[in-house]
């Protein structure tokens, strides 16, 4: 079985950072991608930033570059979403997700992927 469990978020304060976990278990290749979203109250889900097992390949949101850094640590199953300068607006519930695919796409297709962890609060204040 499957499982993501995301680890890292909390309250800070406007411009401070935080870096959030997502360790992976239950794949039985290594031919999967891992995708970030978050999901603030009354808004859609949105794609944060996506990276690809395979080769590194790594996608953040435009809107989010130069604040937010998506890494993996293969060996450790877990990815991390390094948040900067954060912001109000960046409150929200941040997800894990992994698809079984070789690569990630920066349209980042929540419908796409194929397991969800059960998210982690971020809540910026100002």
């Known amino acids: 079985e499957v499982q993501l469990v995301e680890s890292g978020g909390g309250l800070v304060q406007a411009g401070g950072s935080l870096r959030l976990s997502c360790a992976a278990s239950?794949?039985?290749?290594?031919?999967?991608?891992t995708g970030w979203f978050r999901q603030a109250p009354g808004k859609e889900r949105e794609g944060v930033s996506c990276?690809?097992?395979?080769?590194?390949?790594?996608y953040v949101a435009d809107s989010l570059k130069g604040r937010f850094t998506i890494s993996s640590d293969n060996a450790n199953n877990t990815v991390y979403l390094q948040m900067i300068s954060l912001k109000p607006e960046d409150t929200a519930v941040y997800f894990c997700?992994?698809?079984?695919?070789?690569?990630?796409?920066?349209?980042?297709?929540?419908?796409?992927?194929?397991?969800w962890g059960q998210g982690t609060q971020v809540t910026v204040s100002s």
């Open positions: 997700a992994a698809e079984e695919a070789l690569y990630c796409d920066s349209d980042f297709d929540l419908y796409t992927y194929d397991y």
């Open positions: 239950g794949f039985t290749g290594d031919d999967y991608t």
């Open positions: 990276i690809s097992r395979s080769d590194g390949r790594a």
